[in-house]
């Protein structure tokens, strides 16, 4: 069967690609407008880029009616935000901050999550986060125009969090003992229960 995204109303288009586009990784985004103004949410279209130099991207995506976001505004005003990877126990209090309010409401605030101060950027970072990446902009890409459209945020990193818990020896991430979300569809996501380990060719 072939589907024409195009041919099909947004909200579907969003539906069939983001249950096939799966798991997804959470990027839980503080941000602070210049005004002072702290905003949290989450965004499923996220990933890394390259390791050097350090850069992940997020995709912040326009409104229906074609407004920006408070993540996007704020972060083309001060040019900084941190990404912080939600755990299983965190999954509630971060679906909570995905609802749409008005920009003077600290999501955070309202969720009763704790913040605190980041190291290098002025963007608070969530506390209880395992993981966290301050970032400053690299650039954002726009991606299509009016509603659904979207905002491809490069974010160079200049440092990371990590809970000595789940770090090992190697300097590499425990996943088991992280528990990271993963996003699917709808009110779906998804944790890490197994390794599938497949060696490269020789």
Known sequence: MEIDLFSLEP?????????????????WVS????????NLAPFSFFSGVTWHPPTLCVSVVNRK????????????ETGQFVVNMVSEEMGQLMVATSATVARDVDE????GIAL?????VDAPRVKEARIAFECVKDRVIV???GPHS???????????????????????????????LGRLSG???????????????K
């Open 116 to 120: 605190v101060p980041s190291t290098k």
């Open 11 to 27: 909200r579907d288009a969003h539906d069939l690609l983001t249950s096939a586009v799966i798991p997804r990784p959470i990027a």
């Open 150 to 180: 979207a905002n491809l945020i490069l974010g160079r990193i200049r440092i990371m969090h990590v809970d000595e818990e789940i770090l090992e020896p190697d300097m590499r991430i425990d996943s088991a003992r992280a528990r990271l």
């Open 65 to 76: 009616d074609g407004s920006r976001k408070d993540t996007i505004l704020n972060i083309e």
């Open 187 to 201: 009110t779906k996501f998804c944790d890490l229960r197994s390794v599938i380990e497949i060696a490269p060719p």
């Open 108 to 111: 955070a605030r309202t969720a």
């Open 143 to 145: 991606v299509g125009s």
């Open 31 to 38: 941000s602070v407008s210049q005004q002072g103004q702290i």
